[in-house]
């Protein structure tokens, strides 16, 4: 399975409208978040979208997919 973590800073491969093409991931899960790093727009998607769509991760997260999955279903 690819790895997306919370945090993450990654390059897709169409350039926004913004002029930028750098986003960071903001939520993980069936469905992940990425906000633009141009102009802070947040955009969801579908995870096989997301991964299908990105070029590269720049910059990991630094908490490993799993464990944050783990956390959010954690009961309190
Ligand atoms: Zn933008």
């Not at 469905?31 to 969801?44: E, F, S």
């Not at 070029?55 to 309190?76: C, D, H, N, S, Y």
Request: glycine letters at 6%; one cysteine or more; a positive charge.
């Amino acid at each position: 399975m690819e790895e997306i973590r919370l945090g993450d800073v990654v390059k897709m491969r169409k350039t926004h409208p913004c002029g930028s093409d750098d986003w960071t991931v903001i939520r993980i899960g069936a469905d992940i978040k990425i906000k633009c790093l141009g102009c802070a727009r947040i955009v969801m998607m579908d995870r096989a979208d997301f991964v299908k769509r990105r070029k590269k991760v720049l910059t990991q997260g630094p908490i490993p997919e799993a464990e944050t999955l783990r956390k959010m279903t954690e009961l309190p």
